[in-house]
């Protein structure tokens, strides 16, 4: 009788599995799209550049109106995983330049090579330079950050702490400029190419200094004992502005409790290296310095300081007479303002927000224009798309972007200055046969926490099915990320958006979760109280989530699986140990699993007499925040997934983890990604993620 009713549940198996492979996305397909991003322009003239990761063939693509024909200009058929970044045109739009290798997505170790391959040769970081015309890369040399002087003739750049310039086109090899203790780097041309801004970082204090020429020293802007940063230059590159914040020290304080962080913007004359302050954020605790995309984003635009701040709630622009003052609020609503780009002529800026005339829009991007010196903002693109890393450029007549739909994914575009018709860019890379069709509209979810907090969600579900159907959550990383109504501007998030269209594709209907600690709903979504490490209060809205699905008439409430990357890892690990009544099964990628690792020495024992108030009860608050602290509840089956090269959660995380839950006897499978990092470098390793993912969903949903 038992052999009979085995055999029973598995060809009822066996008949759903065979009805989702006929009806489902090809996984090599949906993952076959091409990925742009480091999208740039000349300085002057119609010249623009960015990446393509190509099933991890990755290439520097350029155009130029009035066609703006895509045009492949580097040559790397490999998946190999070594990305390209810091993508720039020198000015006169004749060079393009990019690093090849590293992970610069990383926490740590950003520099260092990533060799998922294998290679018995390990790959560089390497800073190279192309002819916007076509031909051979010229090799300039191991370095990061690279910055082209307004000349077009060489590059500064910085490796080991120091900063050094090489000819643009490879011609020599590079010179350090200086030696200066400390960490130097954010070099930035004068805007005759004659003087390097840079910050100089020693620990607890930082300055800005300027350099000149091999004779003449080094001079330091108003050395004080704060965290100078960010120095832009005026247009006639007499003057600076930086960003200027508190020195580390001063009575230890709590740990829990949330404070305003100060910040003020400094203006400063070159030649004699005085400063004086021209405007303070408010002692507010959303005056704090902005934590979004960019930071302060402080520009010298044309006679005005523009800047980014919280203060209103919202990630908004402002801008000040260069003398200071009060200053205008350049962005009114409830919308948060990313990716800011200042033209050519100082005039204008134009980024992305999720702004528009629908409740939709917030959870969505558009480019938006606005000028520096009045609240003229302008929706460029609205309606059902998403648009990101808007640039106008260098003539001012053509904005151009990163556009996407639901189904579409992500590819550059162009329009006029002014509006009109987008044009898309580079389509005949994605390939013909790509599924787009295939694909679901997201839909808004709205779901109210039990603390009162509005999250909201996209709800991936396929027409059809049974009666009953299982269900998944998403959770995404970061924290400050926010999921979109469509391909996202991430290539992490673009990629958790195509498995969640594959899961859909299967019959599962899939949650995404934007919960508290994200961005795109205003400073306390973003900075709640009680979050992270100080009482994970964001793990409030991912249960919320779960219970809002098994209430759902078409949701079997007894197959609802979790499943999310990073800081998604982590809440979906602390999900299966507190609730695995609610949640039947969970794939854990690269999760934080104890947030007392790497904290307890500096906040218990610190290497000084005091110590903050609430030292132990925050580190035992930490402890009932993380994960492991919940095993013993722990009885949900679970994948563990991750890259031993990882450099923004230890490997080390999940090695514990998956001790303790082997011990409890909890049921687990695993799997390691040898010598990738975080972001999985190499194409063909995020499609074996991925199919790990789904297959063990299939088996325990």
Known sequence: MKSALQLSVFLLWVIVTTSRAQT????????????????????TGSRIAWAFNEQGQRNIYVAEGPDFKARRLTNYTQDDGQELSSVALSSDGKWVIYVRGGDHGSNWGDELPVNPTFSPTPPKV????????????????EGEAPVISPKSDKVAFTKGGQIYTVPIDGSATATMLFSARGTNGSPVWSPDGSKLAFQSNRVDHSFIGVYTDAKTPVSWIDPQYKRDSSPRWSPDG????????????????????????????????????EAKKI?????????SVPNTHGGTNL?????????????DGWPHLYSLAEQG????????????????????????????????????????RHVVKVSVDKADMQIMTPGAGLEWFPILTGDGQTLAFVGATAQRPPLPCVMPANGGEIKTLAADRLPAAYPSAELVTPKQVVVKSPDGITIHCQLFEKAGGPAKKPAIVYVHGGPPRQMLLGWNYGDYYSNAYAMNQYLASRGYVVLSVNYRLGIGYGYEFHNPKNGGSNGAAEY??????????????????????IYGGSYGGFLTALALGRDSKLFAVGVDIHGVHDRTIERTRNILMPDQYERAPDAVQAMDVAWKS????????????????????????????????????????????????????????????QVKVNKAIAAFFEKKL
């Open 24 to 43: 489902a996305l090809n996984m090599d397909a949906i993952k076959s799209y091409p990925f742009p991003n480091e999208l740039t322009a000349a300085a």
């Open 126 to 141: 390497q800073m190279w330079a192309m002819p916007f015309a076509g031909g051979e890369p010229k090799l300039l040399g």
């Open 238 to 273: 007499k003057k600076l502005v930086f960003i200027r914040a508190n020195g580390l020290g001063g009575k230890a304080d709590s740990i829990l409790a949330r404070k305003h962080t100060p910040w003020s913007i400094m203006a400063a004359d070159v030649s004699t290296g």
């Open 279 to 287: 405007w303070t954020a408010p002692k507010t605790l959303n005056g």
């Open 299 to 311: 520009h010298w635009a044309a006679n005005r300081i523009v800047f980014l701040s919280y203060q």
């Open 325 to 364: 003052g009060a200053p205008v609020l350049l962005t009114p609503g409830n919308f948060m303002c990313e990716h800011i780009q200042l033209s050519a002529d100082g005039k204008s800026l134009v980024f992305a927000a999720n702004a528009g005339s629908t409740p939709l829009d917030i959870d969505r």
């Open 540 to 561: 409030i809205d991912i249960k919320a989530a779960g219970e809002w699905l098994a209430k759902q008439s078409q949701i079997d409430p007894k197959r609802i699986g």
């Open 626 to 685: 993380s994960p492991i602290a919940y095993v013993n509840t722990w009885k949900s089956p679970v994948l563990f997934i991750h890259g031993d090269d990882d450099r923004n959660v230890r490997f080390s995380q999940s090695t514990d983890l998956v001790r303790r839950v082997e011990e409890a006897g909890i049921p687990m499978e695993t799997m390691v990604i040898v010598d990738d990092t975080h972001h999985f470098m190499m194409h063909a390793n």
